[in-house]
Nanobody, 126 residues
């Protein structure tokens, strides 16, 4: 059974950094995609970044040059990370990782992702 579990959220000052982790279990996603999304209060969920099992990446314009997505695999565990630098108050949101079964790049549209984690809160405030 596929499971995605996020961790690493917290409170950070503007300009600071956080690294979010997404543990993916129950599936080897060599040819699929894992995305990071976020949802701020009163706003729609939006795509942040996506990575394929082969390492291809894509980013929302609002986070390019500040966020980096990566994969780490071993025989028992698949992890997807989101390194977030130069954080801004507008990055405050609940961050979710999600799985897309698409073999083609699914982009950052939520409709193309079928399994979601429970989310982790990121708050950027002085």
């Amino acid at each position: 059974q596929l499971q995605l579990v996020e961790s690493g959220g917290g409170l950070v000052r503007p300009g600071g950094s956080l690294r979010l982790s997404c543990e993916v279990s129950g599936l080897l996603f060599a040819f699929h995609h894992i995305g990071w999304f976020r949802q701020a209060p009163g706003k729609e969920r939006e795509g942040v970044s996506v990575i394929s099992g082969t390492g291809s990446t894509d980013y929302a314009d609002s986070v390019k040059d500040r966020f980096t997505i990566s994969i780490s695999r071993d025989n028992t565990q698949n992890m997807v990370y989101l390194q977030m630098n130069s954080l801004k108050p507008e990055d405050t949101a609940v961050y979710y990782c999600a799985f897309s079964a698409s073999l083609q790049p699914p982009g950052l549209s939520t409709e193309r992702y079928s399994f979601w984690g429970q989310g982790t809160q990121v708050t950027v405030s002085s």
